[in-house]
């Protein structure tokens, strides 16, 4: 037996339940893995609010890092003792868990459980959105909503480091100065200021190469005008709820751009895809362009207590549960 989070039907934060549930052995491919830290984020609001529907009875959460303590049948990439993280198999918020050994990767000495568990979705999501989604280069200019953010940290470190103009923004002054630190040359206040006249300014017109938006509805369709001629728009989450309607007419009006809506799952979606995303962030990591710091902890049993902050924008940088 193992305590796990329990959603048994969507709904607030008291949707979670603390419980006690089988684990069982691990399978063909598998692994018993015992977490000692658990990333949360903004995705699974969604899963527990029923936004992006799942299965009931479900256990949430799809980050984590922790130790193999059995292997199953066939494993070849980890071994007992080892310390793991991972970022996209669902059910993370618990003790112990069964996990496909794929999914996992090795964490070197020099990275501590939490930051396993805080980097891997986060820093992933940071890795194909830079790379490979619209794969920035020195000399670009790049808008990032929600700069302060778990995924917004990374974004605005990794992109400097690439030699990015980075303009980010944010909901308060505390997160202005987050982000300031964090490598954005420009912050915008966007809960106060019309973000899209204040990028014009900034860019002297010429706007943005690219707009990462994980914002969605009350950004846009103003993130589009942002965005110069055959720029390239991705929108990547809905923290304010999701974009809908999208006249796909709005691209040729503003200067026939580009739009994407990514998720990570299938840009990591086989072995191979996720062991070159990890490796480039790893590197990024490894080489100081990217420091992640877990702002906040909360107990595993306080989840509900950590879903209200993340959802009342009270939050920076990323959070983790521990079992
Ligand atoms: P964050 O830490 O960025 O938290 C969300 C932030 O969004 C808040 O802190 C807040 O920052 C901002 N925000 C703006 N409007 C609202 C609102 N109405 N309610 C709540 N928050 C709001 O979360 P994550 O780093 O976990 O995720 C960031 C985004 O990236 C999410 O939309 C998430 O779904 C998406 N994502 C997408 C992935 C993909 O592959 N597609 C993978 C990973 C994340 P502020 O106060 O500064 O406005």
């Given at each position: 037996m193992t305590k796990a989070i329990v959603v048994k039907a969507p709904g607030g934060p008291e949707a979670m339940s603390y419980e006690d549930v089988e684990v069982g052995k691990p399978g063909k491919g598998q692994v018993l893995l015992r977490h000692k830290a658990i990333g949360v984020n903004f995705i699974d609001v969604y899963h527990r609010s029923g936004?992006?529907?799942?299965?009931?009875?479900?256990?949430?959460?799809?980050?984590?890092?922790?130790?193999?303590?059995?292997?199953?049948?066939g494993v070849t990439n980890v071994a007992v003792g080892d310390r793991v993280a991972y970022g996209t198999s669902r059910g993370s918020y618990c003790a112990e868990r069964l996990i496909e050994a794929a999914q996992?990767?090795?964490?070197?000495?020099?990275?501590?459980?939490?930051?396993?568990?805080?980097?891997?979705?986060?820093?992933?999501?940071?890795?194909?959105l830079l790379r490979q989604t619209f794969p920035v280069k020195a000399g670009d200019t790049i808008l990032v909503h929600a700069a302060a953010g778990g995924v917004g940290l990374i974004l605005c470190q990794w992109a400097r480091a690439l030699g990015c103009t980075v303009i980010g923004t944010v909901g308060s002054n505390d997160k202005a100065k987050l982000a300031s630190e964090a490598g954005a040359h420009h912050v915008i206040l966007y809960r106060e200021e019309n973000f899209a006249a204040r990028v014009k300014e900034i860019t002297g017109g010429k706007?943005?190469?690219?707009?990462y938006d994980g914002v969605g509805k009350d950004t846009f369709p103003a993130s589009l005008d942002c965005i110069r001629p055959l720029g390239m728009f991705v929108s990547f989450g809905n923290a304010s709820g999701p974009v809908e309607a999208f006249n796909l007419g709005l691209l040729s009006q503003k200067g026939s751009l580009f739009a994407t809506r990514p998720t990570l799952f299938t840009y990591a979606s086989t072995p191979e895809r996720l062991r070159a995303m990890a490796d480039d962030l790893m590197q990024a990591?490894?080489?100081?362009?990217?420091?992640?710091?877990?702002?906040?902890?909360?107990?595993?049993?306080?989840?509900?207590?950590?879903?209200?902050?993340?959802e009342s924008r009270k939050t920076t940088g990323a959070s983790v549960l521990v079992p």
């Amino acid at each position: 037996m193992t305590k796990a989070i329990v959603v048994k039907a969507p709904g607030g934060p008291e949707a979670m339940s603390y419980e006690d549930v089988e684990v069982g052995k691990p399978g063909k491919g598998q692994v018993l893995l015992r977490h000692k830290a658990i990333g949360v984020n903004f995705i699974d609001v969604y899963h527990r609010s029923g936004l992006y529907p799942l299965p009931t009875p479900f256990t949430p959460g799809s980050e984590g890092a922790g130790d193999v303590v059995a292997v199953g049948e066939g494993v070849t990439n980890v071994a007992v003792g080892d310390r793991v993280a991972y970022g996209t198999s669902r059910g993370s918020y618990c003790a112990e868990r069964l996990i496909e050994a794929a999914q996992l990767v090795k964490l070197p000495p020099s990275i501590s459980y939490e930051t396993g568990a805080a980097m891997m979705l986060k820093g992933l999501t940071a890795q194909y959105l830079l790379r490979q989604t619209f794969p920035v280069k020195a000399g670009d200019t790049i808008l990032v909503h929600a700069a302060a953010g778990g995924v917004g940290l990374i974004l605005c470190q990794w992109a400097r480091a690439l030699g990015c103009t980075v303009i980010g923004t944010v909901g308060s002054n505390d997160k202005a100065k987050l982000a300031s630190e964090a490598g954005a040359h420009h912050v915008i206040l966007y809960r106060e200021e019309n973000f899209a006249a204040r990028v014009k300014e900034i860019t002297g017109g010429k706007l943005c190469d690219v707009v990462y938006d994980g914002v969605g509805k009350d950004t846009f369709p103003a993130s589009l005008d942002c965005i110069r001629p055959l720029g390239m728009f991705v929108s990547f989450g809905n923290a304010s709820g999701p974009v809908e309607a999208f006249n796909l007419g709005l691209l040729s009006q503003k200067g026939s751009l580009f739009a994407t809506r990514p998720t990570l799952f299938t840009y990591a979606s086989t072995p191979e895809r996720l062991r070159a995303m990890a490796d480039d962030l790893m590197q990024a990591i490894a080489s100081g362009a990217v420091k992640i710091d877990v702002h906040a902890r909360y107990k595993l049993a306080d989840v509900a207590q950590c879903h209200r902050d993340l959802e009342s924008r009270k939050t920076t940088g990323a959070s983790v549960l521990v079992p």
